[in-house]
């Protein structure tokens, strides 16, 4: 899954309004930022088989330390205990924003597992879970889009704009996001050689989370 891991960011941040939302769009996305490098560093595998599903030739036969739940559980706890002890600016709701973050991480297993073809393992080998949503481009996308939609209208419902512009920037952001999935599911070739790819989900995920934070700080 792509930009719908953002709905729980969006979502996250309408429950606990001390946490950041750049941080979040981080959190949710944080262990697809591991496996891409940890692919090219020979650490976890991904085999490119055309047309694996509809959406991706991505055949992933080896990636418990990122997409285990297990290891998913591991990354959540780090999080929370670097969030808690070493990022949190606000020390009072640094429990809480911890979990948060925690959660978001997380997060990220459930919402990959809608998509994914039978791949994410609990620790590693079998069994492992998936309900192959990828198998259609147009489920995908459109589930993709409910999801991040109402998690912008939860967000926008339990966060206030400081200006009139900053009331449309959120909507406008997502509506960008979905116009990239767009893009990227129906426009653009797939994507077959690790290294440019890599480089490119990396440069997107930053770049969401940028703009989001730069969102958010315009929102109450
Ligand atoms: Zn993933």
Same mark, same amino acid.
């Given at each position: 899954?792509?930009i719908?891991?953002?709905? =729980?960011?969006?979502? !996250?941040?309408?429950?606990?309004?001390?946490?950041?939302l750049?941080?979040?769009?981080?959190?949710?996305?944080f262990?697809d930022?591991?496996?891409?490098?940890f692919?090219?560093?020979g650490?976890?595998?991904?085999?490119?088989?055309k047309?694996?599903?509809?959406?991706?030739?991505?055949?992933?036969?080896?990636?418990?330390?990122t997409?285990?739940?297990?290891g998913s559980?591991?990354?959540? &706890?780090l999080?929370?205990?670097?969030y808690?002890?070493?990022?949190a600016?606000?020390?009072a709701?640094?429990?809480?924003?911890?979990?948060?973050?925690?959660?978001?991480?997380?997060?990220?297993?459930?919402?990959?597992?809608?998509?994914?073809?039978?791949?994410?393992?609990? %620790?590693?080998?079998?069994?492992?879970?998936?309900?192959?949503?990828?198998?259609?481009?147009?489920?995908?996308?459109?589930?993709?889009?409910?999801l991040?939609i !109402?998690? !912008? =209208?939860?967000?926008?419902k339990?966060?206030k704009?400081?200006?009139?512009?900053s009331?449309?920037t959120? @909507?406008?952001?997502? @509506?960008? !996001?979905? &116009?990239?999935?767009?893009?990227?599911l129906f426009?653009?070739?797939?994507?077959?050689?690790i290294?440019?790819? @890599? =480089?490119?989900?990396?440069?997107?995920?930053?770049?969401?989370?940028? %703009?989001?934070h730069?969102?958010?700080?315009?929102?109450?």
């Open positions: 899954m792509f719908g891991h953002y709905a =729980v960011a969006f979502a !996250l941040k309408g429950k606990e309004k001390n946490a950041s750049g941080m979040l769009f981080i959190a949710t996305q262990v930022i591991l496996f891409f490098p692919v090219v560093a650490l976890e595998h991904l085999k490119f088989v047309g694996f599903t509809a959406v991706n030739d991505f055949n992933m036969d080896f990636y418990p330390f997409h285990g739940l297990l559980f591991v990354w959540a &706890l999080f929370y205990v670097v808690r002890f070493v990022l600016k606000n020390k709701a640094s429990k809480r924003i911890a979990l948060v973050m925690a959660l978001a991480v997380l997060s990220h297993w459930f919402t990959d597992l809608i998509v994914h073809t039978p791949d994410l393992p609990l %620790i590693n080998g079998q069994p492992k879970f998936g309900f192959g949503l990828w198998h259609s481009k147009i489920l995908t996308y459109l589930t993709e889009a409910a991040l !109402l998690g !912008l =209208v939860y967000y926008l339990k966060t704009a400081v200006s009139k512009t009331r449309y959120a @909507t406008v952001f997502v @509506t960008f !996001l979905l &116009l990239i999935n767009y893009l990227n426009v653009l070739p797939t994507n077959d050689a290294k440019s790819l @890599t =480089v490119s989900a990396l440069v997107f995920y930053f770049l969401f989370a940028g %703009i989001a730069f969102i958010d700080k315009k929102r109450t």
